[in-house]
Nanobody, 116 residues
Framework: QVQVVESGGGLVQPGGSLRLSCAASGFTFTAYAMGWYRQAPGKERELVARIRFNGGNIDYADSVKGRFSISRELRKNTIYLQMNSLKPEDTAVYLC?????????WGQGTQVTVSS
């Protein structure tokens, strides 16, 4: 079955960096777009970054452009989110997402807290 599992969250000071990982299984990794979303308390879930099936098309939310970078490692069926220059407003649960055969799959989420 399709599974996506996140890791790498934690507590970091403003201006710091974190790298999130999402390990995928149960589907052809190169055939589907995958993305990172986040949800802060009291706010709607929002798209942070998305990488298309061919790896060439990447989208970012305006709020993270120039600070975050999404990438993938084919041999590990894993996508990453490198987050630099973190701000307190980046604090949220970060979730990995894939849409396979008309169904959405989400990971359990990983908490990122940016605070001094």
């Amino acid at each position: 079955q399709v599974q996506v599992v996140e890791s790498g969250g934690g507590l970091v000071q403003p201006g710091g960096s974190l790298r999130l990982s999402c390990a995928a299984s149960g589907f052809t990794f190169t055939a589907y777009a995958m993305g990172w979303y986040r949800q802060a308390p009291g706010k709607e879930r929002e798209l942070v970054a998305r990488i298309r099936f061919n790896g060439g098309n990447i989208d970012y939310a305006d709020s993270v452009k120039g600070r975050f970078s999404i990438s993938r490692e084919l041999r590990k069926n894993t996508i990453y989110l490198q987050m630099n220059s973190l701000k307190p407003e980046d604090t949220a649960v970060y979730l990995c997402h894939v849409h396979v055969l008309q169904r959405d799959y989400w990971g359990q989420g990983t908490q990122v807290t940016v605070s001094s």
